[in-house]
Every structure is written in structure tokens, then in C-alpha cells.
């Protein structure tokens, strides 16, 4: 359980430059001189590197051993988060960001290596998730801290902490890990082969087209309540964590709901997510509805996470890893274009407020693509049904 501990820990530092950025917005574009749209390429460009550096540098680096590559890897996230404190202009905090992005998804994919290994085959999902909710911890408390620590000392001091953090790590790892041997597992080219499946590429289509819609508007939280909502920047901490509040809820609700009926809530959740995102374009420039708004969108963001995820790895059964890493690109590349097109919509004339309704129809459009694959699951089984009836 303290290996556990440990991988959670550093994946909760290094995916916490990730979501705190969403706080820290709009003081990175003032100090730095661009506008708040250029500044979210700083959330597109770590999506993109998390995307590109997962595969690729986990494949460069398959004959490495563990414990020295995890090491590796927390060093790399720490000089990025370091030179992200010092950069003197946009061009070099993002291309901090961009190789601190890159060593992200090969160290989650070394700790989910580790962490499975460590328990029975039957509980390797577990654990899994137990992994992952480093990740979820992130959003809910790294982000708030974050940006309150960026609020009190300057955004610089944000990057800081998290060097800080991944330093912890290091040596936590360094101290108490051990170094594996060689595992049974599959080659990668076979592994890869699952990703040509027509259900795991459906899965991984909705995982990004679901979620690109409430990480729009979570990218851009920051100018949509202080801009729209009215709040002061130094309650963006505490609408931050009621937004992580909402998604702890979700997500433990959300896999209950998943688990008792996957047909019927899977799509009713996202049905009520896109709800969720118009009723926050409707009450946008009310400060004490927004925080209402806030907490549901964090929510119904979070209770769709379950079932995509499990969606996912029962289609790719066969490579459960690969299956949680096909995921999280998945998720990426959602976070990747929320900050492109969310940028182009914040800086057009009209505003950052149709955010929502962009965000409310691209929902809806992974409500489709959950409602199709759906339909697709059940066709063997009529088949079958009909098979045995002749």
C-alpha cells in the first residue's frame, strides 16, 4: 500500500500542472502580454505532448529499467515545472509545458504497470483506478491550491510548488521503490492491434467527444465567473474546489449508476451533463446561480468518467493497459481541443458565454455515439437470439 501511496502522490504532482493552468489563466496572459484564447494554447500543447509523448517515449524506452526511468521521468517534470517559474516570455513557458506534457503519460503508464503488478489479476482494475484517483485528486485539490498559491505569490510561485512536489516524489521513489523483473507481458504490436477494433475505436470516440465539451468550459472557468459570474479572482480557489467537490461525488455515483444499469445511465448521464452546461449559459451572469452551475458541471462532468472507462476496457480486454492509456488519450485529445476552440471563442466578439452552448452540443454529440455503440453491443446477442430460436 505505501508503493501505492507513492505512485498516487507523484501522479498527483505532475497532472497537477495540468488542471491548475485553468486558474491561473487569465494572470499568465496579463503578466506575459497575450490574450486569455492565446494563453489556453498552454492547455492545448500539454494535451497534444501527453497525446504524441505517451506512446512514442514509452516505446524508446521499453528495454529501461523502472525504477531509473520513473526516476528519469520525475526529474523531467521537474526541471519543466521549474523552467516554467523562471520563463521569461509565452514561447518558453510553453515550451516548458510542452516537455513536461511529455513525460506525463509514460510515467502514468509505468505506475499502472507497477501498481497492477503488485496485486492479484483480479483486482488489477482496482487498483487501477486507486492509481488514477491521483489524477482525480489533481482537479480537486490541486488545482484549488494552485491557484490559490498563484493568487497569494504569482503564477510563477504555482510552478514552483509543483516542482517542489515532483522533487517529493522523486525522492520518495528513489527511497522506497523497487526495481521489478521482467514481466509476462504481450509485445506491443500486438497490444496495438486492439486499437484497430471498431468497439475500442467507438469507445475511444466517445471518451473524446464527450468530454471535449465540459473541458471547454473548465479551461476557461476563470474568465467565465470573474468576466460573466462577477466573482473576484480570489474566490476562483473556492469555486475551483466546489467544482472538485461536485466531480468526487460524480464520479463515486457515476460508477454505482454504470455498474446497475450501463445501458440506461451511461447516456442518461451525459444526457444531463449537456442539460447541466445550458443551464450555465442561462444563469452565467448571476454570481450565487454560477456557483450552483459550478458544482453541477463538476458533477455530471465527473459521473460519465466510470463508464467510459469501463467501456473501454471491456472492449479491449485482451490489453487492459493499453486500454487505460487509449483512455486517457482519449481525454487528452478532448482537453487539447477545448483549449484550441475554446480559446477561438473567448476572444470572438461575442465573448467567452456561448462556451456553454458550444459545449452543451458536442455533449450531445457523445450522447449519440453512446446511443450507436449501444445499439451495436446489443446486435450480437439478438443475433444470437434469433440463431437459437431457428
Known sequence: ???????????????????????????????????????????????????????????????????????????????????????????????????????????????????????????????????????????ILGAPIGTQIGGQWGWRATFAAIAGACLLGLGLVSWRLTSPGRDGRSSAVSELRVLGRAPVL??????????????????YLAPLLTELGGHPSARLPILLLTYGLGATFGNLIGGVLYDRNPRLFQPALLGLLAAALVAGWSVATSSALTVVAVAVLGFFGFAILPGMQARVMATAAE???????????????????AGLFGGLIADSSAGPRPLYLVAAALTACGLVLTVLATRASRAPDSEEAVATAN
Not at 501505492?4 to 491548475?20: K, N, P, Q, R, W
Not at 470516440?205 to 468550459?217: F, H
Not at 490489453?319 to 481541443?337: F, H
Open 1 to 139: 500500500m505505501l508503493h501505492l501511496a507513492i505512485l498516487m502522490f507523484c501522479v498527483f504532482s505532475i497532472t497537477t500542472g495540468e488542471f491548475v493552468v485553468a486558474g491561473i489563466l487569465p494572470e499568465v496572459a496579463s503578466d506575459l502580454g497575450v490574450s486569455v484564447g492565446s494563453a489556453g494554447l498552454l492547455v492545448t500543447a500539454y494535451a497534444a505532448g501527453m497525446i504524441v509523448g505517451g506512446p512514442v517515449l514509452t516505446a524508446l524506452t521499453t528495454g529501461i529499467d523502472r525504477k531509473r526511468l520513473m526516476q528519469a521521468l520525475l526529474a523531467v517534470a521537474i526541471a519543466g515545472n521549474a523552467v516554467s517559474a523562471l520563463a521569461p516570455g509565452f514561447s518558453p513557458l510553453l515550451a516548458a509545458r510542452v516537455v513536461t506534457a511529455l513525460v506525463t503519460s509514460t510515467f502514468f503508464a509505468q505506475a499502472i504497470v507497477l501498481t497492477v503488478r503488485s496485486a492479484p489479476p483480479e483486482r488489477a482494475a482496482t487498483m487501477v483506478a486507486r492509481l488514477a484517483f491521483g489524477m482525480n485528486l489533481a482537479m
Open 202 to 219: 467507438m469507445a475511444l470516440a466517445i471518451t473524446a467527444v464527450g468530454n471535449v465539451g465540459v473541458l471547454m468550459v473548465f479551461s
Open 319 to 337: 490489453a487492459p493497459t493499453l486500454a487505460m492509456a487509449v483512455n486517457a488519450s482519449g481525454y487528452q485529445v478532448a482537453a487539447a481541443c
